[in-house]
């Protein structure tokens, strides 16, 4: 049974820091490249950051750059968002995805709201 799961969310104010996880099972996580989606009230679903299954290339959109930074560990089956200087326009819902050969695997999301 596949199973992905984001965790981590959270209330912050405007410059914290927050890390999300997610955790999958039921899937062969290393072979699987990750990304992490964001969408924002009223708003399209977009990414955020992608990396690939051995960890070696990792892409962010322009509005995270240098301060979203993703990373795996493939030997806990977690893919991770360290979000630093936040800002409320990056209020919105977090989903993990597992992507691999036209399949792909979608978490719940978790929730990340900036405001003071």
């Known amino acids: 049974q596949v199973q992905v799961v984001e965790s981590g969310g959270g209330l912050v104010q405007p410059g914290g820091s927050l890390r999300l996880s997610c955790v999958v099972s039921g899937f062969t996580f290393s072979t699987y490249v990750m990304s992490w989606y964001r969408q924002a009230p009223g708003k399209e679903r977009e990414l955020a950051a992608v990396?690939?299954?051995?960890?070696?290339?990792?892409n962010y959109a322009e509005s995270v750059k240098g301060r979203f930074t993703i990373y795996r560990d493939n030997a806990k089956n977690t893919v991770y968002l360290q979000m630093n200087s936040l800002k409320p326009e990056d209020t919105a819902v977090y989903y993990c995805?597992?992507?691999?050969?036209?399949?792909?695997?979608w978490g719940q999301g978790t929730q990340v709201t900036v405001s003071s």
């Open positions: 995805k597992a992507a691999r050969n036209g399949v792909s695997y």
């Open positions: 990396i690939t299954s051995s960890g070696g290339i990792r």
